[in-house]
């Protein structure tokens, strides 16, 4: 679905990304790890249209996307879940969601779609008139998964979505990955957290230093000695 090919981003001098080349099928979660500084966020902003590349190419569903305006990202189907989940804290959880949905014009599908979201996120549906930015994180983050599923992505880009979480909901937070990913979504997602990256993706790449350090299967990453040197540098 989603191909990245020699794909190089620079800010001013410095260059973030080195000729990164990987693939998203669809259908699955694929996992891109690394810790902080290594490129993983403007991987995702680069995706999305905020940031443009300086060469290579982003292939989605066949047609070439990089440097694509954002707007044009989100109409060709892909959608983001920003880091720090930056929810509009002074506007309604309503508010949020309609917005998602606002290079949309099919009325009933959006309401559809949010009737739909409410049923799959129940504690969005009672607060749905509370300022989003009263909840706690990790009702936030529900609120910016559900902001963008609001575009009706095929393929939903996630960026840290267990950080800043206490254990007991990050536990939530893999359920509904894997549940989005069971009604057919693409996910590509961006963590430091190797045990959610394990227990949600198939395949796992490892960004260090703007270049793809190791890829394999997501299964045993915790315990793979070359992800431990990869990751940890040990």
Known sequence: MLAIRHLK?????TQVLRDVTFDVP????????????SGKTTMLNTLSGLVRPSDGSIVFEGHECAGLSPDSIVRHG??????????????????NLELGAATRRDWAGIRSDMDEIYTMFPKLAEGRRRRAGSLSGGEQQMVAIARALMARPRCLLMDEPSAGLAPSIVGDMVDVILALNKRGLTILLVEQNIGVAAAVAEQA??????EITFSGPAAGLVDNPEVLRSYLGR
Do not use: T
């Open 78 to 95: 892909i959608a983001q879940v920003p880091q720090g989940r930056e929810v509009w804290p002074s506007m309604s959880v309503q508010d």
């Open 26 to 37: 669809a259908g699955k979660v694929v996992a891109l790890l690394g810790g902080n500084g």
């Open 205 to 210: 790449h490892i960004l260090q230093g703007g």
């Open 9 to 13: 981003v620079s800010y001013g001098i």
